[in-house]
């Protein structure tokens, strides 16, 4: 064998064996961003009725009250919505657009809280079915945490239409971890 060529071969050989003491890389993915956990929701429907008052007739409101929050952990933010189911109907005079919320008033974990919601987007005939109100609100989680209602106002800019309850009505309660 010519010199030149055992020259290469033990080049060769010397060379794979570096090659093959380097460990292979490995595709590796790309980092994904750590994401914590969502807090677990809860929906809870109630039956609720109330006597509604509007220029001193008093009208009877039966229905159901969705209420969907968060279990939030002891300190955190539980966000809570309400939900009136539309069943409610309007007296002989249009409601205008924007000039009709839901006030509630609420007990949360014991303490007193109103809370307004959103009014109505669009004019509401006369003698009609209320569409759906939506109340959002949140509050810090405690151990034991319990929402009640205990009166519902229609705010209106004219007349507001106040209703009450025979006993106030426990919405959602849940254990904070």
Known sequence: MPARRARALVLA???GFA???????AAQAAPTAVVAPAAKKA?????????CTTFSTSVPWATSVVTTYTKAKKGKTSAVKIAFKPNYRTGPVPIGAKSLKPVLSLKVNGKAKTVTGTANPAAIGPNTTLPQSTIAFSFKAKKSNSIVLS???????????PCTL????????????
């Open 19 to 25: 090659l093959a003491a380097v460990p292979p890389v």
């Open 151 to 161: 009166k519902v106002v229609w705010d209106h800019a004219v007349v507001d239409t």
């Open 43 to 51: 929906t809870k429907t109630v039956a609720v009725t109330m006597s």
């Open 166 to 177: 025979a006993a106030p009505v426990t919405l959602a309660s849940f254990k904070a971890k």
């Open 13 to 15: 050989v010397a060379a």
